[in-house]
């Protein structure tokens, strides 16, 4: 059984264990998060598709680890203005394993 789940404007495929990592859910380390966005659900034999979400599924799954990504160079320049601006940035993020899928 699979699921295709919407969370912070992005979608993933997920299965029981899996472990994904997320944009920044304010859940604490240890708690479990539902995600009620759920896409689609795939059976062995069937496929059910939402308009846009399917009535009645869920995902749970629980906060494994919070971190900061790579970081990023942010590197803005002008020919010949004698202007430039170096910048970093790390995109926060949720570490989550999913436990369980409910349709």
């Known amino acids: 059984m699979y699921?295709?789940?919407?969370t912070g404007g992005k979608q993933y495929n997920v299965k029981v264990g899996d472990?994904?990592?997320?944009?920044?859910l304010n859940v604490a380390t240890g708690e479990e998060v539902v995600f009620?966005?759920?896409?689609?659900?795939?059976?062995?034999?069937?496929?059910?598709?939402?308009t846009p979400v399917v009535a009645n599924a869920t995902v749970k799954a629980e906060v494994v680890a919070e971190g900061k990504g790579k970081k990023i160079i942010v590197y803005k320049y002008k020919?010949?203005?004698?202007y430039h601006?170096?910048?970093?940035?790390?995109?926060?993020?949720?570490?989550?394993t999913i436990k369980a899928i409910e349709a």
């Open 3 to 6: 699921a295709i789940i919407e």
């Open 19 to 24: 472990s994904i990592i997320v944009e920044k």
């Open 85 to 96: 601006k170096k910048r970093g940035h790390r995109q926060p993020f949720t570490k989550v």
């Open 79 to 82: 020919a010949k203005k004698s």
């Open 36 to 50: 009620d966005k759920v896409l689609a659900v795939g059976k062995e034999d069937s496929l059910t598709v939402g």
